[in-house]
């Protein structure tokens, strides 16, 4: 398998199931804290995963599991 990016890693990792639908994602901030990455990767995964469906953000709220 070829390298991949830290971010799609992340993203794969999130979509894993660990988080049942309709629940709310770890902040941004404990992210970066858990797996040791910069803003901007955590945002990058965070975008593959609204890309593909998988989440809904509530402005002031958080990130949830699309149900």
Request: aromatic share 8%.
């Amino acid at each position: 398998m070829p390298p991949r990016y830290r971010y799609e890693q992340i993203a794969d990792d999130l979509a894993s199931g660990e988080f049942q639908p309709g629940s709310k994602l770890p902040s941004r901030r404990e992210l970066i804290e858990h797996y040791g990455v910069t803003e901007p990767v955590i945002d990058r995964a965070m975008q593959v995963l609204r890309i593909k469906g998988m989440t809904e953000t509530l402005p002031g709220v958080g990130v949830f599991v699309a149900e």
